[in-house]
Structure formats: structure tokens, C-alpha cells
């Protein structure tokens, strides 16, 4: 199988995101997706920004694949864009020839519409679980969006709750498990090492990947250099349980968002 998992920034660099995702679909059986928008609405009456209406744009790209939306904020407006405001969240895509056993959307920071339409950090942060049907054994798949502030993107104890929160409701999931997404964390945060503790595998770690967040985001953000935390290369991360069996693992550098896409191929150990 193979699944990717990207911030998507939401939509901003819009047709070279669509055309990775066209060439992407038919090898791929799961895509996980942060910074989604879901308003559905005529683009036309929004200013013909492709952004609100992200979601029904990847389902289009997608038409052998079943979308799953979780919202975190039904009034969220893109950096603060009011021609953008509408639901934001993550979302799934996972292949029609797999069969959905159970889906579950969890907050891991703040809660629904606790955002304040100013200051990002009052923004909930969600996660969305899917546990599909894979040749007969189960296999739970989780999106994670964490919380982007401080951003320093150490432990703070928000974020410590924020992974256990994680690790304790997968625990509850059937089968193996591949927990991935935008954790907005650096390597070395206590709150990335507890997935290790509790029995995930870090694939970039053992992977030895250099970056998440890509030479193109200095393209978008060149600004970033010279603020208080400089060009943070790390933010997304892909765990998984001892019966994947990695196939391949790649984080290739493609101008298609602020953050790289995480590719894994895998079987099961049986």
C-alpha cells in the first residue's frame, strides 16, 4: 500500500498541488491532508480564490477515492481573508476498494470554534482516524494537526497533552497503526519521543530525513530567516507500529506547499 501525507497550506500554491495530486492518485491508496478549507462555495463568489473550496477541488482530483472532512473551526478565515472563511480542518482520501470499518475525529488542542478570528494560537487543532480493511486485517490510519504555537515548536505542556492525547485514543484503534501529519514539533521535543516510548517507529528519524518543510518554503517565507527561530526544517512526522513492514520512505523536495509531502509505501508483517 501506499499512503501520502501532506499540509497542503491550504491550496495557496494551488495548480502545481493539483497536478502532484492527479499524478500521484493512482499509485497511492490513502492521501492524509492538513490545512484543508470546505466551505464549498462558488469560487466566483469569493473572490475566485481556489482556497475555500479546497476540498471539493482535491475530490475532483480524486474521484476513486472517498473524502473524509474534519473540521477544527466552521468560520476560520485564511490568513485572515474574509473571502476565505469557512470550514477549516483535515482530511482524508482513502481508495473506493477499501472498506472504511470505523472513522472517529478527536481535538487535540482547544476544542471546535475556539478560535478568536485574530491570533492563531486559539485555534483547535484536530485529528481524524480511519480504520480500513486491509486483506482481511485492519490497519488505523491518523492524521494529526498540531498546535503551530509557541513557535519555538518545543515541548510545552499543552503539547505533551497534545501527543498523549494522540498515542491514548490510537491505542484504542484495531490493528496496526500509521499516525502522520503537520505535529508543528523539532526532533528533539519530548513530544515527539513518546510516540517511540509507546512503541511507534519514527520514520524520519530512521530515515535520517533532513528536512519536512522543503526548499520552498524560503521561496514563500523569506522572511523566516532572519526571525527569532530562522528556517525550522522539521514540523511533520510519520510513526509507525511494529507490523508495518516499510517498503520505502521518502520526503522528496517538490514546490507544491510551505511543507514536503511524506511518502510511504508498506506491507503488513504477517
Given at each position: 500500500?501506499?499512503?501520502?501525507?501532506?499540509?497542503?497550506?491550504?491550496?495557496?500554491?494551488?495548480?502545481?498541488?493539483?497536478?502532484?495530486?492527479?499524478?500521484?492518485?493512482?499509485?497511492?491508496?490513502?492521501?492524509?491532508?492538513?490545512?484543508?478549507?470546505?466551505?464549498?462555495?462558488?469560487?466566483?463568489?469569493?473572490?475566485?480564490?481556489?482556497?475555500?473550496?479546497?476540498?471539493?477541488?482535491?475530490?475532483?482530483?480524486?474521484?476513486?477515492?472517498?473524502?473524509?472532512?474534519?473540521?477544527?473551526?466552521?468560520?476560520?478565515?485564511?490568513?485572515?481573508?474574509?473571502?476565505?472563511?469557512?470550514?477549516?480542518?483535515?482530511?482524508?482520501?482513502?481508495?473506493?476498494?477499501?472498506?472504511?470499518?470505523?472513522?472517529?475525529?478527536?481535538?487535540?488542542?482547544?476544542?471546535?470554534?475556539?478560535?478568536?478570528?485574530?491570533?492563531?494560537?486559539?485555534?483547535?487543532?484536530?485529528?481524524?482516524?480511519?480504520?480500513?480493511?486491509?486483506s482481511g486485517s485492519d490497519v488505523t490510519f491518523g492524521t494529526v494537526?498540531?498546535?503551530?504555537?509557541?513557535?519555538?515548536?518545543?515541548?510545552?505542556?499543552?503539547?505533551?497533552?497534545?501527543?498523549?492525547?494522540?498515542?491514548?485514543?490510537?491505542?484504542?484503534?484495531?490493528?496496526?497503526?500509521?499516525?502522520?501529519?503537520?505535529?508543528?514539533?523539532?526532533?528533539?521535543?519530548?513530544?515527539?519521543?513518546?510516540?517511540?516510548?509507546?512503541?511507534?517507529?519514527?520514520?524520519?528519524?530512521?530515515?535520517?530525513?533532513?528536512?519536512?518543510r522543503g526548499s520552498h518554503m524560503r521561496t514563500l517565507f523569506p522572511?523566516?530567516?532572519?526571525?527569532?527561530?530562522?528556517?525550522?526544517?522539521?514540523?511533520?512526522?510519520?510513526?509507525?507500529?511494529?507490523?508495518?513492514?516499510?517498503?520505502?520512505?521518502?520526503?522528496?523536495?517538490?514546490?507544491?506547499?510551505?511543507?514536503?509531502?511524506?511518502?510511504?509505501?508498506?506491507?503488513?508483517?504477517?
Open positions: 500500500m501506499k499512503i501520502i501525507s501532506l499540509n497542503t497550506y491550504s491550496g495557496v500554491v494551488f495548480e502545481p498541488l493539483m497536478k502532484f495530486i492527479v499524478d500521484q492518485a493512482p499509485s497511492t491508496d490513502v492521501f492524509c491532508f492538513q490545512e484543508v478549507t470546505n466551505a464549498n462555495r462558488d469560487q466566483e463568489q469569493v473572490g475566485g480564490d481556489p482556497n475555500v473550496n479546497l476540498f471539493t477541488e482535491l475530490q475532483k482530483r480524486l474521484p476513486d477515492h472517498e473524502g473524509h472532512f474534519e473540521v477544527m473551526d466552521e468560520h476560520c478565515a485564511v490568513d485572515h481573508k474574509k473571502n476565505c472563511e469557512g470550514p477549516f480542518g483535515v482530511a482524508i482520501f482513502v481508495r473506493k476498494n477499501l472498506k472504511v470499518k470505523n472513522r472517529e475525529g478527536f481535538f487535540v488542542y482547544k476544542e471546535l470554534n475556539s478560535y478568536d478570528g485574530k491570533d492563531y494560537s486559539t485555534l483547535g487543532m484536530v485529528a481524524l482516524s480511519i480504520t480500513v480493511d486491509v494537526h498540531g498546535a503551530a504555537f509557541p513557535a519555538h515548536k518545543l515541548d510545552t505542556p499543552e503539547r505533551i497533552v497534545q501527543s498523549q492525547k494522540i498515542i491514548d485514543r490510537m491505542a484504542g484503534k484495531s490493528g496496526e497503526k500509521i499516525v502522520l501529519g503537520d505535529f508543528n514539533l523539532l526532533p528533539e521535543a519530548e513530544s515527539v519521543k513518546m510516540f517511540e516510548k509507546a512503541g511507534y517507529k519514527d520514520l524520519i528519524k530512521e530515515f535520517q530525513i533532513k528536512t519536512t522572511e523566516y530567516e532572519h526571525g527569532k527561530y530562522g528556517f525550522q526544517e522539521f514540523a511533520d512526522y510519520t510513526f509507525v507500529t511494529s507490523g508495518i513492514k516499510v517498503e520505502s520512505f521518502e520526503v522528496p523536495d517538490v514546490p507544491i506547499s510551505d511543507h514536503l509531502p511524506m511518502i510511504l509505501k508498506f506491507n503488513l508483517n504477517k
